[in-house]
Structure formats: structure tokens, C-alpha cells
């Protein structure tokens, strides 16, 4: 099998993480009306370019960890076309119903499912534990660093509030490159090391994936912002300061850690702590589709391995 098909299916899936995973870095910065959808979704597109390049630049254990996470053997390049097509697939079904799922979960889950599907002993899961561990601990981090955020952050100061929402959504935007730029620049570095072996990353490849990333954040995401920043809680300028913080010191944090995490379970759940009267109809409906992401994905990839090996 070529290489090509498997690249184009990973620059795919980066410009949907773009469109489907930033919004969720100014959801909060449109729904107050502190910026335009064009200009937040500029905003975000810049700083995530930034974010996967100076990210790459200091560290690539993110990256490596994505790597290292399963042997595919001779079937490498189909098992990650499997996953990279399961991936696309449930992200664009979810964009359709305007939720916001986690692009990080479906690439895990799909490598998962790909790697199973070619034997057990290909998957390391120990490796697999420690990226689960760290899209779990993103959603207890942005919770609970958004919920304190909002009870230590003064009630007065709204018009501040409201200008330090545009720097939150900076952070969190820079944070959300350079923590799933990273995944996708080990998935790159398990396509080229199919000829030479070893982890290695050429220096086009943080550039490539950082302008396919905001090419994909410009095209939009307006339904997964009216969904995370206007349906789901109540949200205020400080609320929306709280949330903003929380999410950017979760994602901070885990990316020094080098723990690959869920930039959409980070913002989202940073939100739920810092935001008020919570929609249930809403939650149970994001609940629900996290919880099924990693069966879906996982099962969806494992299968077109078994019929791509045997076709």
C-alpha cells in the first residue's frame, strides 16, 4: 500500500480537528460577544499555529507517546488508514449535530481498534493506560481548575473580565495546537518510520500540520460554539474569564507532564466547573457521545482493518 493515502487521510483529519476542536477555544469569547465569529476564529487559527510550532520546538513526548503506542507490522499503513478514516468519520457526524467530541479520543481509540484487529500482542498497554489517564484527567483538571477560578476571581470588573476572556481564548487556542498537533506529529512520525525504524520528524512537519490545523480552524464551527458556549450553562464575562483559565492551566500542565489529553474535554468541562444552571438535556447529549466515541471509533477502525487485510 502507498504512503500517500495515509498522509492524505492525516492532513484530513487535522484540518477536521481544526474546524471541529478550536471552536471550543473562543466558544466562550463569541457567545459573550466580546468578538465576532471571524475574528475569534482568526484569533484561534493564529495561536494555534503558534502553538504546535513553538510546542514542537521545546517538546515532542506528546508525540512520542502517540508513537510508541502500538507495533502494526507489516500492516502499519492500513491499520493507521483505518484509524485515520474512523476518526474523520465520527468527528463530521458529530459536527452535524453540533457536538463537541474530542478528535484525541477518536485517533486513540481508532489506533486501538487498528491495532487489535492485527493481534493483541500489537498493542502496548501500558502506553495505552497512560494516554487514557491523561483524557480522563483532562476533564477532572479543566472541572476543577474552572471551578476554582470562579470563586477566587472578584465579582466586581466585568469590562476586564470581558477583555481577559480574548487572551483566555489565546491560551487555550495555543495550548489546543500544541497539545493535538503533537498526536498528529507522532502519527506522522509512525508513517515515516515505517523506512527507517526510529522516531523522527523532518522540520516541514510541525509547519505542515500547524497551517493545516488553522486553514481547518478558519473554516468554522459555529454550531459546536452555540452548543458549548450558549446552550450548555450560563455563562458571564468572569464565568467565562473562570473557564477560559481553567481549561489553558489544564492544558498547560498535561502538555509539560508530556500527557497527551482531550483539549475539547479540557475546555468543556472548564466551562461545566465555571458556568451555572447546567442544561441536562445538553450535558447528557455530550455525556453520552464521549462515552461513545471510544467504542465507536474503536470498533469502526478494527473493522475496516479486518476488511481491508482480507480484501
Aim: glycine letters at 12%; hydrophobic letters at 60%; aromatic letters at 10%.
Amino acid at each position: 500500500m502507498s504512503i500517500w493515502p495515509v498522509l492524505l487521510l492525516l492532513a484530513a483529519v487535522i484540518l477536521v480537528n481544526g474546524w471541529t476542536d478550536a471552536p471550543n477555544a473562543i466558544a466562550t469569547t463569541v457567545a459573550a460577544g466580546v468578538l465576532s465569529f471571524p475574528a475569534a476564529v482568526t484569533l484561534a487559527a493564529l495561536f494555534n499555529l503558534l502553538g504546535v510550532v513553538c510546542t514542537a520546538a521545546v517538546s515532542d513526548a506528546v508525540a512520542r507517546t502517540l508513537w510508541s503506542m502500538a507495533d502494526f507490522g507489516p500492516y502499519a499503513l492500513t491499520a493507521l488508514s483505518a484509524a485515520l478514516a474512523a476518526t474523520v468519520l465520527w468527528a463530521v457526524f458529530a459536527w452535524r449535530f453540533g457536538i463537541p467530541t474530542s478528535e484525541s479520543h477518536a485517533l486513540v481509540a481508532g489506533l486501538a481498534g487498528a491495532a487489535l484487529a492485527l493481534g493483541v500482542e500489537r498493542l502496548r498497554l501500558e502506553v495505552l493506560l497512560r494516554v487514557l489517564l491523561g483524557l480522563f484527567l483532562s476533564l477532572a483538571l479543566g472541572w476543577g481548575l474552572g471551578r476554582i477560578f470562579r470563586q477566587f476571581l472578584p465579582p466586581q470588573g466585568e469590562r476586564a473580565y470581558r477583555r481577559g476572556q480574548i487572551l483566555g481564548a489565546a491560551l487555550t487556542a495555543f495550548f489546543h495546537g500544541g497539545q493535538d498537533g503533537q498526536k498528529f506529529l507522532g502519527v506522522l512520525a509512525l508513517v515515516l518510520s515505517l523506512r527507517g525504524g526510529a522516531f523522527s520528524l523532518p522540520p516541514w512537519a510541525q509547519w505542515t500540520c500547524a497551517a493545516l490545523m488553522a486553514l481547518g480552524t478558519l473554516v468554522g464551527g459555529q454550531r459546536i460554539i452555540d452548543t458549548v458556549g450558549r446552550k450548555m450553562v450560563l455563562l458571564t464575562p468572569r464565568s467565562g474569564f473562570a473557564a477560559d483559565l481553567g481549561s489553558a492551566g489544564a492544558l498547560a500542565l498535561c502538555t509539560l507532564l508530556g500527557l497527551p489529553v482531550s483539549t475539547t474535554h479540557a475546555k468543556t468541562a472548564a466551562i461545566l466547573g465555571a458556568g451555572a444552571d447546567p442544561d441536562g438535556k445538553v450535558v447528557g447529549s455530550l455525556g453520552a457521545a464521549w462515552l461513545f466515541t471510544f467504542p465507536v471509533c474503536g470498533l469502526l477502525a478494527f473493522m475496516l482493518v479486518k476488511f481491508l487485510v482480507a480484501w
